[in-house]
């Protein structure tokens, strides 16, 4: 029984609203108009933005400590696919959902499809897991998969992924997402080079089993759960590896896996230079791979990933586009709620690098003028875009204020009465 959000309650909620949206409309308008910047431009962007959403983060995440299971917890990916499709129909730009096998894993896939097509769905990337072992499983992964000093494990861990790709392609998805937790937690235990080449080896079978225009993204990570090397490191191992495998082999930049202070912009840059970059996950974090909402900590540091990106579409940047994924844990947050304020945040960090002055910062940095230079992005950063995001959501069928339009709709105490009560705090991200 699907339980979309009726487009009345949506019509109702943005009628009561659409005055004072024109209004601010209008008056950025004429302040852009003044640089020579048109809105109605940068709303057409904003329309065509789309940020993919994780099967996995509808439902309440958790740490390694509790987790505290919500109201209405989705049961299986179909539940999860009525979650996304909420985003979707209030935020307008998460039309793509990303699934993580075998955590959806189904046994009709032409049901799942149905499903997705029946939502206005598609899928995005698909997302491998051989970080944890499934029940009945013959090898452990608790030393590692594709770069286990196990031939019979890595063999299984490649089985895993090719089961993923043939999944993926029943989903008319294009891209395999190969996140692996291997490493070491002690000086000594593994031979730096030789894991790294046992990785190698495993994904030259995935990258030879490619279907056609698929990319294989590789996704590095500094630590967790290894806690003193991982065979994935950074995006140098990432990128040499991609290198290594070939032109539909590139990095996957999530946020979360870089050591506090790390200039992620600028990696995303040296990516773009090499034609190397598959896509994000965004997220947002203060200390760890805290998974905290896209643009809630370090809102500088999106835009500034995003002025990269549309810095490279300025210039036409050949083998420039990259996906887009948010990858979030809602520990005490409605998980709706929380991946609609960050897509609408990810979309935020878009426009706001479209109004940066290129033709002037090319000059300051140029002139060696650091601080103009700095000034003409703070400029584009301290826009309130705001009128233009919710222009895109009215125009496009969804809600100006998605968040009051969803509490006002009551999902969650529907959804609520007919799942399943989910008792006792488990631990781990999902
Ligand atoms: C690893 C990661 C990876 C996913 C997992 C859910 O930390 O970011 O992308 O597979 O989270
Ligand atoms: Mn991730």
């Not at 990570?221 to 290594?244: C, H």
């Not at 539909?248 to 773009?272: F, Q, T, W």
């Not at 896509?279 to 540091?301: E, R, T, V, W």
Request: glycine residues 8%.
């Amino acid at each position: 029984m699907s339980v979309r959000i009726d487009p009345g309650l949506i019509a109702e909620h943005n009628d009561a609203q659409q005055a004072h949206l024109e209004q601010d409309y209008a008056a950025l308008g004429s302040r852009l108009a003044r640089s020579g910047i048109d809105i109605e431009a940068l709303t057409q962007r904003a329309c065509s933005f789309e940020v993919a959403v994780p099967s996995w983060g509808v439902g309440t995440g958790g740490t390694r400590f509790a987790r505290f299971p919500g109201p209405g917890e989705p049961r299986d990916i179909f539940d999860k696919l009525d979650d996304c499709a909420v985003i979707n129909d209030l935020t307008r730009c998460t039309a793509a959902v990303s699934p993580h096998f075998p955590w959806d894993a189904v046994d009709d896939f032409g049901a799942l499809l149905e499903k997705s097509r029946a939502l206005g769905l598609s899928w995005d990337s698909i997302n491998s897991n051989t970080f944890q072992d499934q029940p009945g499983q013959a090898h452990s992964y608790k030393f590692g998969s594709l770069s286990h000093t196990s031939a019979a494990t890595r063999a299984q861990a490649i089985e895993h992924n090719l089961q993923c790709i043939a999944w993926g392609r029943q989903l008319g998805s294009d891209a395999l997402t190969v996140w692996v937790g291997d490493g070491a937690n002690h000086p000594g235990q593994t031979h730096f080079q030789r894991a790294f080449e046992r990785y190698l080896d495993s994904m030259r079978t995935l990258y030879a089993a490619l279907p056609d225009g698929w990319e294989l993204h590789i996704e590095h990570k500094m630590f967790e759960p290894a806690f003193y090397a991982t065979v994935i490191q950074d995006w140098g191992s990432s990128l040499l590896a991609a290198m290594q495998l070939g032109e539909r082999a590139k990095s996957l930049v999530d946020l979360g896996h870089h050591a506090p202070n790390c200039n992620i912009e600028m990696i995303v840059s040296r990516l773009i230079q090499f034609g190397k970059l598959g896509g994000f996950h965004f997220n947002d974090s203060k200390y760890g791979d805290d998974d905290l909402d896209s643009g809630s900590i370090q809102p500088y540091q999106l835009f500034l990933v995003f002025n990269e990106l549309v810095d490279a579409e300025h210039r036409a940047q050949p083998g420039f586009g990259p996906r887009y994924l948010l990858d979030q844990s809602h520990n005490v947050t409605d998980p709706i709620e929380s991946l609609m304020n960050s897509a609408v945040e990810v979309q935020r960090a878009l426009v706001r690098a479209l109004l940066v002055d290129r033709e002037a910062l090319d000059a300051h940095q140029q002139d060696n003028d650091a601080l103009l230079a700095s000034n003409t992005l703070k400029a584009a950063f301290n826009t309130d875009v705001s009128p233009i995001l919710a222009m895109a959501r009215l125009r496009q069928g969804g809600a100006i204020d998605p968040i009051a339009a969803y509490r006002a709709s009551g999902y969650r105490r529907r959804v609520a009465s007919e799942r399943p009560a989910v008792t006792g705090s488990s631990s781990g991200i999902v």
